[in-house]
C-alpha cells in the first residue's frame, strides 16, 4: 500500500507570496492532519481534516488554510508568507477522524523556505 | 492547554546498550501517547503507542511505560543498535481537544 505523499517536496518562496502544498493519504484514509516543524517551535498541529470538514484547529493565524476533497486529498494554503513560514509542512493521514487520538502515518513533508 | 516537555534533548549511547527517554505532561484529561522516530529526510513514524488504560506496553526492543499519577511516559529502547539513529518525539493527546502536542525531540545517537 502505498504511503502517504506529498508534493512539492521543495519550494521556494519569496515573502508576500502565496503557496499551496498538497498531500495524498494513504489510500482509505479519510483523516488528513497538517503539522509544522520548524527548528525554534517543534512540531505543531494546524488543522485536521476528515470527509471534507475541518475538525480541528491548532493556534495559527487565518493566513493559514486548508480544504479537502472528497476523494480525501488535502491541500494547505499559506497566504502573504513571512520569513517566519520557512518550515517541513508534515501531512499525516489516519483511518479515523481526531488523528491525534489515533495512529497517525506521516508524509516525507514539504521543505517551504520563503526569502 | 496541553504542554509535554521532553528530556533530555541529545541522548549518546554505545551499540548494544539501552537508552531512555523521558516526557512529562500537565493534562491530566490526555489519554493517548504516541512515540514517533524521524529520521533525516523523513517525516516521524509511528514506533509504539500507549493508552492511559495501559501502564507498560512492549514491541520486541522497544517498549513505553505510563505513570499516570506523576503525568510523565517513558521510551525505553534495548539493545540499541545504529539504525536506532535518528530523533524521537512524544506526544500527548487529550480528550477534550483531540489536539497533539508533541515533545521537542530527542537525538539518538548509537555509536557502533
Known amino acids: 500500500k502505498a504511503g502517504v505523499t506529498q508534493t512539492p517536496r521543495y519550494l521556494i518562496k519569496t515573502r508576500g507570496q502565496q503557496v499551496t502544498l498538497s498531500c495524498s493519504p494513504i489510500?482509505?484514509?479519510?483523516?488528513v492532519s497538517w503539522y509544522q516543524q520548524t527548528p525554534g517551535q517543534g512540531l505543531q498541529f494546524l488543522f485536521e481534516?476528515?470527509?471534507?470538514?475541518?475538525?480541528n484547529k491548532g493556534n495559527f493565524p487565518g493566513r493559514f488554510s486548508g480544504r479537502q476533497f472528497s476523494n480525501s486529498r488535502s491541500e494547505m494554503n499559506v497566504s502573504t508568507l513571512e520569513l517566519g513560514d520557512s518550515a517541513l509542512y508534515l501531512c499525516?493521514?489516519?483511518?479515523?477522524?481526531?488523528?491525534?487520538?489515533?495512529?497517525?502515518?506521516f508524509g516525507p513533508g514539504t521543505r517551504l523556505t520563503v526569502l | 492547554g496541553e504542554n509535554v516537555e521532553q528530556h533530555p534533548s541529545t541522548l549518546s549511547v554505545q551499540e548494544g546498550d539501552s537508552a531512555v527517554i523521558k516526557c512529562t505532561y500537565s493534562?491530566?484529561?490526555?489519554?493517548?501517547f504516541p512515540w514517533y522516530k524521524q529520521e533525516l529526510g523523513k517525516g516521524p513514524q509511528l514506533i509504539i503507542d500507549?493508552?492511559?488504560?495501559?501502564g507498560e506496553k512492549k514491541d520486541q526492543r522497544i517498549a513505553v511505560t505510563l505513570n499516570k499519577t506523576a503525568k510523565h511516559f517513558s521510551l525505553h529502547i534495548t539493545e540499541t543498535q545504529p539504525e536506532d539513529s535518528a530523533v524521537y518525539f512524544c506526544?500527548?493527546?487529550?480528550?477534550?481537544?483531540?489536539?497533539?502536542?508533541f515533545g521537542r525531540g530527542t537525538s539518538l545517537i548509537v555509536h557502533p
Open positions: 481534516y476528515f470527509s471534507e470538514t475541518q475538525r
Open positions: 506526544a500527548g493527546t487529550s480528550g477534550g481537544s483531540y489536539i497533539p502536542t
Open positions: 493534562d491530566s484529561a490526555s489519554n493517548y
Open positions: 500507549i493508552r492511559s488504560n495501559v
Open positions: 489510500s482509505g484514509h479519510r483523516s
Open positions: 499525516a493521514s489516519s483511518l479515523v477522524p481526531s488523528g491525534g487520538l489515533n495512529e497517525q502515518f
